[in-house]
């Protein structure tokens, strides 16, 4: 592990167009979340150390709420970060090296979130090849280390929330994200595949709410693909 | 509750980090500059744009509560910002908490 990469990497959460404020708003909505049904600190903490995928903890937390069984958890916890995948093959080809160990990258891998999947696709062209792996975890640790954080805070505000402060929290990470993905609207590919993706997402959730993410984004982006080629990107 | 609070985190986290892990797995057979990964930047994206949308037009938790045409309204809004603001984060993302709130407190 290269330390100065890897400091470089934790400290790009200063930076201007950092996801740091939404990551914030959203980990404390869901710390105050986990507290009203009845998680106690460490449980909530734990929840955020481990799975750090925001739309999974929803889930995981409505369905406490409603007593859904832990394979009903597992399969609809899966469905909707799925995502996770095709975010880790389009990132981790930029990564590996040859002197890098193996295992490094399975660990490394659960900092893949979209907030520090954003900040390395952006900024991988200006770090040396051998070292990105180490850079990546350093912006994976600094935006786990916000998420945990705001997690704990959530928890121990929770009272002083009213249910409007809770939704103005909750619609941060939403327009913030929505914000990105219109900034990288940049070529015919990107375009569609974020257009495509919003209104076949939407359309297939008339068909199957479980499915919609998957089923939308996987035509979406393949159909973004082809015409994008079809045109020269 | 009817089921263990741990249990269910262990679960979740496992269901989550499946979806890394194969990744890793794929990502190894996948040159940087072959099409297979510009079509999977692609599904990365539309996915994420999937989900957004869906988060924004069918939420789950605080988000439901709030009638779907503020909703509306607001990310409309806060991403005219966007694009105004030159494409600042700060300005869109605070705005959106404050106006999200003031505007499910008064109607």
């Not at chain 1, 998420?147 to 002083?160: R, V």
Request: net charge positive; aromatic share 16%; charged share 10%.
């Amino acid at each position: 592990m290269n330390i100065k990469y890897f400091l470089k990497g934790f400290f790009c959460i200063k930076s201007a167009d950092s996801p740091a404020i939404a990551l914030f708003a959203s980990f404390v909505a869901i710390g105050a979340l986990f507290k009203s049904i009845g998680l106690n600190i460490q449980e909530s903490i734990f929840s955020t150390f481990l799975t750090y995928a925001l739309p999974g903890s929803l889930i995981m937390a409505e369905s406490l709420i409603v007593g859904a069984s832990l394979l009903n958890i597992f399969l609809a916890v899966w469905l909707v970060n799925a995502r996770l995948y095709p975010m880790t093959v389009s990132l981790f080809p930029l990564l590996t090296h040859k002197n890098q160990p193996k295992l490094k990258y399975y660990l490394a891998c659960h900092f893949i979130a979209v907030s520090a999947w954003l900040i390395m696709k952006k900024n991988y062209r200006s770090i040396e090849r051998k070292y990105r792996l180490d850079y990546w975890i350093g912006v994976g640790a600094a935006n786990l280390s916000v998420a945990i954080s705001a997690t704990a805070f959530g928890f121990f505000i929770a009272d002083y929330l009213n249910k409007d402060m809770m939704v103005g929290l909750a619609i941060v990470n939403p327009v913030y994200f929505t914000c990105v993905m219109v900034g990288a609207m940049k070529t015919i590919q990107m375009s569609l595949a974020v257009i495509l993706g919003s209104v076949l997402g939407i359309s297939f959730y008339f068909v199957s709410p479980e499915w919609c993410i998957l089923l939308g984004g996987f035509t979406a982006g393949t159909l973004a693909f082809f015409i994008g080629e079809m045109n020269g990107n | 509750m009817a089921i263990n609070i741990v249990l269910a985190i262990l679960v979740t986290s496992l269901a989550t980090y499946i979806s890394r892990f194969l990744g890793v797995i794929t990502s190894k057979k996948i040159k940087e500059n072959s099409k297979i990964f510009k079509w999977f930047n692609c599904l990365a994206y539309s996915t994420l744009s999937a989900l957004l949308a869906r988060i924004i037009i069918f939420p789950a938790g605080a988000l439901a509560e709030v009638d779907y045409f503020i909703r509306f309204i607001v990310v409309i809004t806060c991403l005219t910002i966007f694009l105004i603001a030159k494409k600042n984060f700060v300005y869109p993302t605070v705005l959106s908490a404050l106006l999200l709130a003031f505007l499910s407190y008064n109607f």
